[in-house]
């Protein structure tokens, strides 16, 4: 059995335990998608239309790395955001004695000193408020002592760079990435996208299943677009950006251009610098309990979403890995059984060679 052969297999018996209903997979290079799959269907009833690559998932918090990060690499690169600004200096909800040192660089690192997540969209309404609401959070810590994951840090990220940036997210992110209409990562999908979507869950505060609209409630009341969440995407198209990235480390010009320079790409690569903190800006970095698994290599770097969804790139054996699925449907369960079904099948990968044959 290969190693494509064993990762499809991982996925089969995804479906069949019920971690998911589907998933959909891309492996490749700098140069070329080199193995593409799909198991299952969208949904678990029997008439749920089967996972293609054209199926379209919510992102979730692959959002943080693959919008956030990359236009505020571009700001840096063009030089409108400085990483070591102050937050107070460009968010004006940003207020306090406590958090009055809190940087740019912070907020992308996790390490800002605000909680992971609340409930803002129980009391609050509307993008401005769900951006004060979380800039006003009480600290769960003092920033940089530690580094907890945080869609707070990224809701008032998101924002901060639209201010910089002046105009919305979707907008600032869609002028950078300008692959194929077939290379769909994009905000608030259309109707026609929407059909192609994998259901999420059935929200109790929408009172309606959720496809095509975004899962977080959050990013729903900010209207779909924020710095933590709301991009959906196939895995086609996840795997364009991770070429594009494979690119950029080796000094493609074109790629750079395109995308963003190798040297502000490898400076959002740097490891955090806060005790124990795996991050770097947007991204997270390979560690033993990662959910790459254990045998890629110590550069490795990538990200996971809450409803499914991971991007690894190892720039040292020059691939990547897509995994995309709807773990969450129809109701988010614990996250576990998706976390091992992720180490699974990027450790078989490897096992049998299927990451070695990606080249060339």
């Known amino acids: ?52 690559a054209d199926t379209v998932y919510d992102l979730a918090s692959l959002t943080k790395p693959l919008a956030a990060a990359t236009v505020a690499m571009r700001l840096v690169q063009d030089g409108r955001l400085d990483l070591g600004a102050a937050v107070a200096d460009l968010q004006p909800a940003w207020r306090g004695a406590d958090r009055a040192q809190v940087t740019v660089a912070d907020l992308l690192e996790h390490a800002s000193g605000l909680t992971d997540w609340l409930p803002l969209w129980k009391t609050h309404d509307g993008r401005e408020a769900i951006v004060a609401a979380a800039a006003e959070a009480p600290l ?47 905000f608030r999908p259309g109707e026609e996208v929407r059909a192609r979507c994998a259901p999420t869950r059935f929200s109790e505060a929408r009172e309606r299943l959720l496809q095509g609209e ?52 490898r400076r959002f690569l740097q490891q955090s610098s806060v005790p124990a903190s795996s991050r770097a800006l947007g991204w997270d970095l390979m560690r033993p309990t990662s959910s790459c698994g254990g045998r890629m290599s110590a550069e490795a770097f990538g990200h996971t979403g809450f409803t499914g969804t991971s991007l690894w790139i190892d720039p040292v054996r020059g691939v990547y890995a897509v995994l995309l699925a709807n773990r969450v449907h129809p109701a988010a369960g614990p996250n576990e059984p998706m976390q091992e079904i992720r180490r699974a099948f990027h450790d078989a990968l490897l096992e049998d060679g299927g990451y070695r044959r990606t080249g060339g």
């Not at 003092?142 to 910089?164: M, N, Q, T, W």
């Not at 009341?221 to 924020?226: D, P």
């Open 1 to 52: 059995m290969s190693g494509f052969d064993r990762a499809r297999d991982v996925l089969a018996r995804g479906v069949a335990a019920r971690v998911f209903p589907g998933a959909a997979c891309e492996v490749g290079t700098a140069e070329r998608a080199a193995w593409a799959a799909a198991e299952g269907a969208v949904a678990y009833e029997a008439d749920a239309f089967r996972v293609t």
């Open 140 to 186: 769960a810590y003092p920033p940089r002592e530690r580094s907890i994951y945080s869609d707070l840090g990224f809701i008032v990220a998101g924002a901060l760079l639209e201010r910089v940036g002046g105009d919305g997210l979707d907008r600032l992110f869609a002028r950078v990435w300008r692959e194929p209409a077939s290379a769909l990562l994009v």
């Open 214 to 265: 975004v899962d977080d409630d959050n990013a729903w009341t900010m209207g779909g677009v924020a710095g933590h969440a709301g991009l959906f995407g196939t895995a086609g198209a996840v795997g364009a950006f991770a070429r594009g990235v494979l690119r950029v480390l080796q000094r493609d010009s074109a790629a750079e251009r395109a995308l963003v320079s190798c040297d502000v790409l």
